[in-house]
Nanobody, 127 residues
């Protein structure tokens, strides 16, 4: 099991950028596939981005492709989510998630495949 702590959320105007960080502890970070999810008020949690153990394979929700970028630093046990061109529709609590991963699949895009979650960080985008 790994413990996850997100940071970097905040209130920004439409068009701005934010970088979220998720620091992991308590596990062998390089053995975990990582994901970012978000949940807006009165909506279900949805997939945003995912990375393989090495960071060599990435996946994104269609709604964020070309605007968001997920990356990881296995030395510092941290996964990042760079968010550009933010819109009010991106307003949500953002969560990072982790799961131990084998050789396949390389990335996971459904929330119920992740056993370990952070507490979330609020991102609010004003128009």
């Amino acid at each position: 099991q790994v413990q996850l702590v997100e940071s970097g959320g905040g209130l920004v105007q439409a068009g701005a950028s934010l970088r979220l960080s998720c620091a992991a502890s308590g596990g062998t970070f390089s053995g975990y596939a990582m994901g970012w999810f978000r949940q807006a008020p009165a909506k279900e949690r949805e997939f945003v981005a995912a990375t393989s153990r090495s960071g060599g394979v990435l996946d994104y929700a269609e709604s964020v492709k070309g605007r968001f970028a997920i990356s990881r630093d296995n030395t510092w046990k941290t996964v990042y989510l760079q968010m550009n061109s933010l819109t009010p529709e991106d307003t949500a609590v953002y969560y990072c998630a982790a799961r131990q991963a084998g050789s396949y699949p390389l990335v996971y895009t459904t929330s119920n495949t992740y056993p370990d979650w952070g507490q979330g960080t609020q991102v609010t985008v004003s128009s």
